[in-house]
């Protein structure tokens, strides 16, 4: 069993910025690219960023693009997404997931295995 957990979360002013991690237990993360959505109060969730197995390949969703980083430390079984020049629209609940697809996918339905998430509150 999998189990991901995300931490990082809180408020932060417009144009700051905050680290969110991934920490992985019972598998390996090293076989698995890594995945981050987020979820806002009603909207679907949506795709903000990837990154596969070794970290060589990255993927970003347009609305974070150049503002937002994905990275991992496989040593450490852990995922990190940099958030910076946070928006109020980029508030939302933030998940990472695991997919054992060799790429980056966007879709939800490509994961296997999702965190709790942690809340990510940007105030303008």
């Known amino acids: 069993q999998v189990q991901l957990v995300e931490s990082g979360g809180g408020l932060v002013q417009a144009g700051g910025s905050l680290k969110l991690s991934c920490a992985a237990s019972g598998r390996a993360l090293s076989s698995y690219a890594m995945g981050w959505f987020r979820q806002a109060p009603g909207k679907e969730r949506e795709f903000v960023a990837a990154i596969t197995r070794g970290g060589g390949n990255t993927d970003y969703g347009d609305s974070v693009k150049g503002r937002f980083t994905v990275s991992r430390d496989n040593a450490k079984n852990t995922v990190f997404l940099l958030l910076n020049v946070l928006k109020p629209e980029d508030t939302a609940v933030y998940y990472c997931?695991?997919?054992?697809?060799?790429?980056?996918?966007?879709?939800?339905?490509?994961?296997?295995?999702w965190g709790q998430g942690t809340q990510v509150t940007v105030s303008s």
């Open positions: 997931a695991l997919t054992s697809s060799d790429y980056t996918p966007r879709g939800v339905g490509s994961y296997d295995y």
